[in-house]
């Protein structure tokens, strides 16, 4: 008997392509059809970070399905479960399961921790206004930093408990006097606390009543997973260049990132799982932030048209940046990686990408990373690397369209494993893996289920 036991965490700043590969882990669970469940679980963030997965729709055609605050296992029609560290935004929840609803029959099983903290209208003015107002940080004013804030402060957090409880109107009412300095000066409160509260419990009464059948104490119901054979599959949002602690602060989310994280939220050994970090064979960044081998002359332009570079939330431009393996090296370190999953190997096809291999701090050189990503002067390999994986379209940024002339060439590489991808490639990872330190397992040449080439032994 077979027992998927996984987590996905991004390696860099985020946009790795985790939702693809957690799509992909799903696919291989339920490939061995054994009748065990399989569940999904959302440890941490929120709305401001959004997976994109192209999957194959109930009428055979590849279509793009974007989440910002359901686990990914929606797509895949298996369970999911939002963990007690997410800033849950059930507005966005409910309507992406009626989306996957439609879209895919989704029926399977929804389990929401009792103790998530919910994201309101309140959170996400409070970040529009502090934009605004002072220094940006970037911000997709979702209303992260102020949910996680009120977390901290214990007594303005509202957990999904509240929510679905008889006493949720007293405790919105409580916390918004409590909040009342604050929001009264963002402009939140000009009709008084009353009206506002009014129209808040008129948009989420009725919500709360669709989701109170999903509330759960998780860290009992993954442990019967566990215990009882099931597939789990832990998914990460955003990149470790943006966790809370050990990310490029202050230009950070508000949560913690890091894989090892996870298993102390939901109540699950890390000794039984496998993590896998994502790594975009290029760097991307969105908002503000240091991306230190930032791309100047022309490979970052390329890369954005080829790949199709924006946000899946603020569809802002993506900044792209050289292979940078010193932060990689960090990243895997800090995550516990058992191996690393290379992501977009197929975009930068036929260009020169040059590596960053150790950085210049004020006339030092060094191999790690520092705090302030501002000093960071990047030092490049000699060697620059190449490869040629087909002839066609170099324009991917619309995976739907170029699906049908790609698809039969990619699957003849899956087939092959990665001893059959390009010299080129594979010397790259090569020389990636005696760097880093933890192996590359699998190289995606593709952004739908199935398309990532992996290692014959894994």
Sequence with gaps: MVQILKSYVGLGFGDEGKGNQVDGGVAFAKSFDEGKRTVVVRFQGGPNAGHTIYSYGLDGKLIEFI?????????????????????????????ELKG????????????????AGILF??????????????????????????????NERRTTRITFYDYISNRFHDKLKEVLKLKKLELSAAGILEEGIDKYCEKLI???????????????????????????????????????????DMGSISDVTSSHLLAPYAFASLGLPRNAFKIYGVE???????????????????????VVKNAGEFGATTRRKRRVGYPDWVFTKRSAMLNDCDGIILTRVDVVQDLELKVCCSYDINGEIVEEVPLDLSTVKPIYKDKKFKWHLWDGPSDLSNPIDVDNQLKDKRKEYVEGGLEGLPLGLQNYIKEHDNYVGCPIIGASIGPSRGETVFKRNV
Excluded: C
């Design 121 to 150: 209208d309140y959170h996400r003015k409070l970040d529009v206004w502090r934009e605004m107002s002072g220094k940006k940080i970037g911000t997709t004013k979702s209303g992260i930093g102020p949910l996680y804030e009120d």
């Design 202 to 244: 008129a948009i989420h009464d009725p919500i709360r009543k669709e989701l109170a059948p999903f509330v759960e104490r998780l860290e009992y119901r993954l442990r019967e997973y566990l215990m009882n054979g099931d597939n789990i599959i832990i998914e990460g949002s955003q990149g470790t260049g943006l966790d809370v």
């Design 67 to 95: 989440t910002h605050a359901a686990p990914s296992g929606l797509i895949g029609n298996v369970d999911i479960a939002v963990g007690p560290s997410v800033a849950f935004d059930t507005e966005k929840f409910i309507n």
């Design 100 to 115: 996957a609803g439609e879209l895919f029959r989704y029926n399977g099983r929804v389990m929401i921790s009792e103790r």
């Design 280 to 302: 975009k064979v290029y760097v991307t960044r969105v908002g503000e932030g240091v991306l230190p081998t930032l791309a100047t002359d022309g490979f970052g332009d390329i």
